[in-house]
């Protein structure tokens, strides 16, 4: 039985996606496939080449890594992603997805086509950048002589491309959207127009899901909630232990713990 997770943008709010991760380390689900899609991508990113969620978080945290790719919002031009480039390659130095442990597909949406595309191969920093070009904010990221900007445009949670390899797919939404009254300023009117349009793709993916973890917590932080990572970080972690707990009579909740108990006798047998 394969077991695959689909991860989503939010930006800051991505750090939910370690505390995710974690959670189901320690639950001993193996995970067999992973997309994502923005701040999903970089978390998919760093777990499937060999960062623990933890190692993955403290990386990000100790080198600014989401405030270089998501700095304060300015109205002074589009930013150009060279400086987070160098500073991907610093954690991802031979800069390829043959390097995962896990497979990986990383959402852009390719501007010249007007469509989404998956990146599985090929240079994994490109591919990154690319998911997590915000549109408005930053120059497309060009590869070969396409123009790419962040996933969440057409496919912000990315189940489907899961389905049809893996018996059970878990998405991670971390960016649910409620009622917002306080609307001043371009920075947050950006932000909510992107979350409004964004959740309209992600009602589509959430049909593909056999378990959805989607942290109510993480309505009050914001895109640009950089300095609470370690907050976050717990808001995904302790959502799915939550999760877990109370759906544990859900067929792909018993699939899933049935499963991460055989490969916990397995790996006890094999010691012996």
């Not at 904010?137 to 590869?143: A, N, Q, R, V």
């Not at 939404?173 to 932000?191: C, F, Q, S, W, Y």
């Given at each position: 039985m394969k077991t695959g997770i689909a991860l989503s943008g939010g930006g800051a709010r991505g750090f939910a996606h370690f505390g995710v991760l974690q959670a189901l380390d320690e639950l001993g689900v193996e995970i067999n496939s992973i997309s994502g899609t923005s701040a999903g991508s970089i978390a998919g990113a760093f777990y499937t080449?060999?960062?623990?969620?933890?190692?993955?978080?403290?990386?990000?945290?100790?080198?600014?890594?989401?405030?270089?790719?998501?700095?304060?919002?300015?109205?002074?031009?589009?930013?150009?992603?060279?400086k987070s480039e160098e500073i991907f390659k610093k954690f991802f130095k031979e800069d390829t997805f043959d390097n995962a442990h896990i497979p990986l597909q990383i959402i852009a949406t390719n501007l010249n086509e007007g469509r989404k595309h998956?990146?599985?191969?090929?240079?994994?920093?490109?591919?990154?950048?690319?998911?997590?070009?915000?549109?408005?904010?930053?120059?497309?990221?060009?590869?070969?002589?396409?123009?790419?900007?962040?996933?969440?445009?057409v496919n912000n949670l990315p189940t489907e491309v899961l389905r049809d390899?893996?018996?059970?797919?878990?998405?991670?939404?971390?960016?649910?959207?409620?009622?917002?009254?306080?609307?001043?300023?371009?920075?947050?009117?950006?932000?909510?127009?992107?979350?409004?349009s964004i959740n309209a793709n992600v009602s589509a993916s959430k049909a593909y899901c056999d378990i959805l973890i989607e942290?109510?917590?993480?309505?009050?932080?914001?895109?640009?909630?950089?300095?609470?990572?370690?907050?976050?970080?717990?808001?995904?972690?302790?959502?799915?232990?939550?999760?877990?707990?109370?759906?544990?009579?859900?067929?792909?909740?018993?699939?899933?713990?049935?499963?991460?108990?055989?490969?916990?006798?397995?790996?006890?047998?094999?010691?012996?």
């Open positions: 080449h060999g960062y623990s969620p933890t190692e993955a978080l403290e990386s990000i945290s100790k080198t600014n890594l989401f405030k270089i790719i998501w700095p304060a919002f300015s109205l002074s031009g589009l930013i150009n992603m060279s998956v990146f599985s191969s090929g240079p994994l920093v490109k591919a990154i950048m690319a998911s997590s070009c915000i549109p408005f904010i930053f120059d497309p990221i060009k590869i070969g002589s396409e123009s790419y900007v962040d996933g969440g445009i390899n893996c018996d059970i797919v878990i998405g991670v939404n971390v960016a649910p959207v409620i009622r917002e009254n306080e609307l001043d300023g371009p920075k947050r009117m950006i932000e909510r127009i992107s979350m409004v942290p109510t917590a993480l309505r009050k932080y914001s895109t640009f909630d950089m300095k609470k990572a370690q907050e976050i970080y717990e808001v995904g972690y302790e959502s799915t232990m939550h999760f877990i707990d109370t759906h544990q009579d859900e067929p792909a909740v018993i699939k899933l713990l049935n499963k991460a108990k055989e490969k916990t006798q397995t790996s006890n047998t094999t010691a012996k």
